[in-house]
């Protein structure tokens, strides 16, 4: 379904004086999601983003000295994001006008290929696999297709056109030149999020560990998946 352009940034909630804006606790998870996945966290880095939003990782990009492009294609945002200075490019246009000029480090795609048809995400893929340097991260934020808790984030937004379980991520890495490094849950820090927020997450890191656990037992053949409502990719170009 295809929801207007400003219809969409108000349903999400956005707000054009508050683009690239971010929190300390949004600091703390870009940070350790970057950390975990095996990103080298230098001034060096060269980022290119799909779907930059409403701008909080381009933004912690920015503060962090990277190297940083978007791509969006809601045209209100890319106009937020250019009047602020960034780098972006229209995502409505293919990916292939930036591979004679520009090969990224990492490609970081949070909550974008939910909503891309299969063909599209393969598609995706393929252009981002010529985007990157050798060695380079494709790191993707999605829900996750294992979980029975998904539904939450999946069917809350009518624009979702695509759920992606661990097993259908390793086929499409494997037709698109990648190799998954991880496909696990998202991180949840506990450093430096104060003292109440690190009691609420420690219960919540046991409650999940012991919950996945059994429906993996019980549902899955004791096979690996990610029990977690949202599941994070990390692809590494082969």
């Not at 400003?6 to 940070?31: G, M, P, S, V």
């Not at 250019?82 to 990492?106: A, I, M, P, Y």
């Not at 539904?151 to 097993?167: A, I």
């Amino acid at each position: 379904m295809e929801i207007p352009d400003r219809a969409y940034i108000q349903l999400k909630h956005w707000n054009d004086q508050a683009f690239a804006e971010f929190t300390k606790t949004d600091a703390i998870y870009f940070t350790r999601e970057l950390i975990v996945s095996g990103v080298e966290l230098g001034k060096d880095l060269r980022i290119l983003e799909i779907g930059f939003g409403n701008g909080a990782f381009a933004g912690w990009c920015r503060h962090s000295g990277f190297d940083y492009t978007g791509t969006e294609i809601n045209p209100d945002l890319l106009a937020c994001a250019r009047k602020q200075g960034f780098e972006v490019v229209d995502g409505s246009e293919s990916l292939s006008t930036l591979e004679c000029r520009q090969h990224f480090d990492l490609i970081i795609a949070f909550d974008v290929l939910e909503h891309l048809a299969i063909d599209d995400i393969y598609v995706l893929l393929q252009r981002s696999r010529c985007l990157l340097k050798k060695k380079g991260l494709f790191v993707a934020r999605v829900p996750s297709g294992d979980s029975p808790f998904s539904g939450f984030y999946q069917f809350g937004d009518v624009t979702h056109r695509s759920l992606l379980g661990s097993q259908a991520v390793a086929q499409l890495a494997a037709i698109s030149g990648f190799d998954v490094v991880q496909a696990r849950a998202p991180v949840l820090p506990l450093k430096g999020v104060g003292l109440l927020r690190y009691m609420r997450r420690s219960m919540m890191l046991l409650a999940r560990s012991v919950v996945s656990q059994f429906i993996r037992t019980v549902f899955h053949d004791n096979q690996k998946s990610v029990i977690t409502a949202n599941m994070t990719i990390v692809l590494s170009v082969r």
